[in-house]
């Protein structure tokens, strides 16, 4: 594609290349440079692309583009290089949202359950659908891992257009807010935007600078969209109704009576070594087989999409009795009296979470096995001990991704939150170790949550990711 088409609708400060020239492919990571291809110079919390722009030339780019001035050949100054990466991006794969439906999903907690319900439920009523999160890439039963929940907006628009050459009807994306700040998900009108959830979080290093500039993030989803779907039950439901322009559709959902989607006579359900939740919508009774009330809250966004979208409430009901989500209050068998839950609780609201909602099933004893991610916010670790010190029987502290930190350091934090509490605790440092001492140390009708990991199949210490996934390491010490 030709270059200026390409650049189309990129306010330009200065050009010292041809824009008649051919561009086979846009990059942003220098490794990948080749011949004729674009490299888009982009700064992170950790790396500035401007500094391999020479390189990128030395290596045959056909141009750079910078939001600085450098001395050199073939180079285009923007004012902003991720808002121009999501332009030139879907310049280049011919605006693939505009030819498929899009549902994104934003908010603190429930991004992930609700995109997966709504995923599943398209695709059993035999709308072809993919999904972009936390999971990865998710067509036709495949699925491309990512680095991030919400990638770079060239990835996104290269799976938009992947979708579309499918024959795929909709896609569902993960809107996190750093994505949603970062301009990955510019250009794109949503058909659908969900609000699940806002509570203090995503605070600090390599983060957000404070909780207004996470909440402003979030909110900018709601200024492109066709219809937003709110929940109208959370502090902050104003500020994101009040953000949606006069134009935009919106539903509300929750157990408030002013929600479209009300759900009533909200039930626990314990079968078949079965943590569920029962409730009902316009006198018609669903059922999810995943613990909590924070649960239903995910099940009724799905519901108000699909709904909106004249999905049967049949095929609605049905696919959310059978879903369940790797990671999340996942039951892991392990033929004994006791029950072993794998969930991705990694900060004090989400833990408190999955805490209490298995408390309220009365277990004889909550064991809750965690540690904290590494170049993380302190306070987020000092509030997790906290919370599993008051919520938890017990409460087992190990590592998790430390990163570049110290395992001692992140321990300590968490530690110096249990003791703002009496909760009992003991500290084993591997997580391995960790998990063999819980199994070995079970009571017959205890629950033990093991936190943090979730969905995640490696541990990254020391700067170096290896493979660990805590349903092979407990089906090895129960058999070994």
């Given at each position: ?19 008649q020239?051919?561009?086979?492919d ?8 080749k011949?004729?291809n ?5 700064s ?55 030819k ?7 908010g603190t ?7 997966w ?10 709308q ?12 036709d039963g495949?699925?491309?891992?990512t ?19 499918s024959?795929?009807k909709?896609?569902v ?10 301009h ?41 969209c ?5 929940n ?24 408030s ?21 029962e409730?009902?919508l316009n ?14 809250y ?47 609780a ?22 809750t ?10 306070e ?14 017990l ?7 430390s ?29 391995r ?19 943090g ?6 541990q ?21």
């Amino acid at each position: 594609m030709k270059l200026h088409k390409i650049l189309n609708g990129i306010k330009i400060l200065s050009c010292s290349c041809d824009i008649q020239t051919e561009i086979q492919d846009i990059v942003y990571d220098s490794r990948k440079i080749k011949k004729g291809n674009a490299y888009v110079c982009l700064s992170g919390f950790n790396y500035d692309g401007h500094k391999f722009a020479k390189k990128a030339i030395q290596n045959n780019a056909a141009v750079v583009i910078s939001e600085k001035k450098l001395d050199l050949e073939n180079l285009i100054v923007v004012e902003n290089t991720r808002d121009a990466l999501a332009k030139m991006s879907a310049n280049f794969f011919d605006h693939p949202s505009e030819k498929i439906l899009s549902i994104a999903i934003t908010g603190t907690k429930g991004k992930t359950t609700t995109s997966w319900f709504i995923f599943n439920i398209l695709n059993s009523a035999n709308q072809k659908t993919a999904l972009i999160g936390t999971f990865g890439f998710c067509l036709d039963g495949k699925i491309t891992k990512t680095e991030n929940t919400t990638p770079e907006s060239y990835e996104i628009q290269k799976f938009l257009k992947i979708s579309l050459d499918s024959g795929a009807k909709n896609i569902v994306l993960e809107a996190s807010s750093l994505g949603l700040k970062n301009h990955r998900l510019d250009g794109i009108l949503f058909d659908y935007a969900v609000f699940t959830n806002f509570s203090n979080d995503h605070i600090g290093t390599n983060e957000h600078e404070d909780i207004q500039d996470y909440l402003e993030s979030k909110l900018l989803l709601f200024k492109n969209c066709k219809h937003a779907i709110l929940n109208c039950d959370d502090p902050e439901f104003k500020r994101f109704q009040n953000s949606c322009k006069s134009e935009i559709k919106v539903k509300k959902f929750g157990f408030s009576k002013e929600s479209d989607f009300l759900a009533e006579k909200f039930k626990l359900i314990f079968k078949s070594n079965k943590f569920g939740s029962e409730f009902f919508l316009n006198n018609e009774n669903f059922f999810i087989n995943i613990p909590g009330k924070f649960n239903v809250y995910n099940a009724l966004a799905a519901i108000s999409v699909c709904s909106e979208m004249k999905i049967s409430k049949k095929i609605i009901k049905i696919v959310l009795s059978q879903t369940s989500l790797r990671g999340r209050s996942e039951i892991v068998p392990v033929g004994k009296n006791y029950t072993l839950i794998i969930d991705y609780a990694h900060n004090e609201l989400s833990m408190k979470n999955i805490i209490s909602s298995i408390r309220e099933y009365n277990p004889k004893r909550i064991v809750t096995l965690f540690g904290a991610g590494g170049e993380r916010s302190h306070e987020r670790r000092f509030k997790m001990g906290e919370v599993s010190g008051k919520l938890s029987d017990l409460t087992v502290i190990t590592e998790d991704n430390s990163r570049r930190e110290p395992i001692d350091f992140i321990i300590k934090d968490i530690e110096t939150g249990i003791l703002r509490t009496e909760g009992k605790y003991v500290i084993i440092p591997n997580r391995r170790d960790a998990i063999k001492w819980c199994l070995d140390n079970a009571q017959n009708g205890d629950v033990i949550i093991m936190a943090g990991k979730g969905h995640e199949t490696y541990q990254e210490i020391n700067g170096v990711k290896r493979h660990f996934d805590e349903r092979e390491i407990v089906k090895e010490l129960i058999e070994g």
